[in-house]
């Protein structure tokens, strides 16, 4: 088979949808990251800590309005695809699913900011990125993925996103302007959200009427899931608010942690678009040599890549932070080991076990890190107590035992990647 013809098989298909969710996460993670340095330099790390505080808690509504239907949803679609009625019935009452989730969530905002003083310190930052995140929310990446067609959504994405971060080194030219930073963002997402609905539309599907019942089954399919994300919250969001809860808003070392936690996180998502596309591609083709290939072509590299951070950790945080920022190295040193461990654990958690029938599996690990993670900062917080240092290295052994977890299951399990029959499970 030629090559020209391979692209425009299943692979092909697969490799097309990944390209396009590396773009996709570049509009959504890389583009932050790029105005990263200058906001560094324009904001005191003591509101760089605050604007990352405030992104953290963030995190956590965010898991609340997509509730796991990337998940969930993105399966249900992906077996649907064919027929468009079916596909537009999901869509609506994942739609329906969240106008709830976000209305709820302004109520524990406004709870938030009113009862609690490390919100109510500045109300304004944290209502505008709660009304960036919520329009955020309304963006239909479930069913692009379902129906493996990322082309549209993620060019409209690109390009919204990179006029936005113009704005940003345009418009942000000291620290008393950084509520700029989320009301760009906000405009951002509401102008792909609307160019997204647009092409929706355009692709046959929309709203539909729908049962209530349609709408409750939705969410209790999805609620595995979302509890499997609030669980690897854990580990990302929930650093930076412990740091900031007791280190408060005019700590640098929240700032310089921050730094080093977002340019890992950056380097997390280069791993989620290959994951994400691969999920609903596993579903229907359950092609297990390419899980394979994907792990013996990544592993080295990752390898290779997190060994260079962690020899220059000091010197490039000074670089891409700014030289208020060579503290953050010995951070972002510490966290590197998450990078070459969650490469794997990505690659055999939803992707892998879900066609194996497994995918309770994927959450059960994620869980148990999260047990296993706050035991660690209780053990912490009573012992040694509470320091950055601490928490980067709890990160560390959490992200290599839920990669060992999952690892663990597929050897256990390897007589289902030659069952051609097995049937897949939520």
């Known amino acids: 088979m030629s090559i020209k013809s391979k692209l425009k098989g299943k692979d092909g298909t697969l490799a097309k949808n990944t390209g396009m969710l590396f773009l996709l996460t570049i509009s959504n993670y890389v583009f932050n990251f790029i105005t990263i340095p200058y906001q560094t330099r324009v904001l005191e790390p003591s509101v760089f800590g605050n604007i990352s505080f405030a992104m953290s808690v963030m995190s956590y509504f965010q898991l609340l309005t997509d509730f796991g239907f990337l998940l969930s949803a993105t399966e249900d679609i992906a077996k649907e695809r064919e027929d468009s009625h079916k596909v537009s019935r999901i869509f609506t009452a994942v739609m329906w699913c969240k106008l709830f989730l976000v209305a709820l969530s302004f109520i524990i905002m406004a709870v938030l900011c009113f009862k609690v003083k490390r919100f109510n310190q500045d109300i304004p930052l944290f209502f505008l990125y709660w009304i960036s995140y919520s329009i955020y929310a309304f963006l239909p990446d479930f069913l692009y993925r379902g129906i493996e067609k990322m082309q549209a959504i993620t060019i409209r994405s690109v390009l919204i996103k990179a006029f936005t971060t113009c704005l940003i080194f345009v418009l942000l030219k000291k620290p008393s302007q950084y509520y700029i930073i989320p009301i760009l963002t906000g405009i951002g997402n509401l102008g792909a959200v609307v160019f997204t609905y647009i092409h929706v539309r355009k692709m046959g599907y929309g709203f539909v009427r729908v049962k209530f019942q349609e709408i409750t089954n939705a969410f209790k399919r999805s609620s595995f899931f979302f509890f499997s994300r609030i669980a690897s919250s854990v580990f990302t969001a929930t650093n930076t608010l412990i740091l900031g809860f007791k280190f408060g808003e005019s700590s640098a070392l929240v700032g310089h942690y921050s730094s080093a936690e977002k340019a890992i996180t950056i380097a997390k998502q280069t791993i989620t678009p290959v994951s994400d596309s691969l999920y609903p591609y596993m579903i229907k083709n359950r092609n297990f040599k390419m899980i394979k290939k994907l792990l013996l072509i990544g592993m080295p590299v990752f390898f290779v890549g997190c060994s260079f951070v962690m020899l220059t950790a000091n010197d490039l945080c000074a670089i891409v932070f700014g030289k208020d920022y060579y503290a953050a190295g010995t951070y972002l040193r510490l966290l590197a080991p998450v990078v070459f461990f969650a490469y794997p654990g990505m690659i055999l958690g939803f992707p892998t076990l879900t066609p194996m029938g497994l995918a309770k599996h994927a959450n059960i690990s994620t869980i148990l890190g999260a047990v296993l993670q706050i035991t660690m900062f209780v053990t912490i917080h009573f012992t040694i107590g509470i ?40």
Do not use: W
């Open 387 to 426: 320091s950055a240092e601490a928490i980067c290295i709890a990160t560390c052994i959490t992200e290599i035992f839920m990669c060992a977890y999952r690892a663990g299951i597929v050897i256990k399990n390897r007589h289902l990647l030659s069952s051609p029959d097995q049937t897949t499970s939520a």
